[in-house]
């Protein structure tokens, strides 16, 4: 799939992670200052739509949602099945 190996797809898969990276980051902030937080749903979607590594990266920088067993299990087997999608479709 010409997608697959195009430069907008690289250029898309940095712009979604530098987003998720943020996002956790903002998260924390918020939880620690007990502002209004930023669903778990968005941060679970920014994964979903190929922001995994920067979504791990940002839980161990931040160490947030480190403790929560449906990021810590479920963020980096959401990025395993994408990496296979992606292999597979070369």
Request: charged share 15%; aromatic share 14%; proline share 2%.
């Amino acid at each position: 799939m010409d997608f697959v190996n195009s430069n907008l797809f690289i250029y898309y898969l940095l712009a979604v992670n530098v987003v998720a990276f943020f996002l956790y980051g903002i998260d924390k902030y918020k939880a620690a200052h007990h502002l209004w937080r930023i669903p778990e749903s968005m941060l679970l979607l920014t994964v979903v739509i190929g922001g995994g590594l920067g979504a791990m990266t940002g839980m161990k920088y931040f160490r947030h949602k480190t403790q929560h067993l449906k990021f810590r299990v479920g963020v980096p087997l959401i990025v395993l099945c994408q990496v296979g999608l992606i292999l597979y479709l070369r």
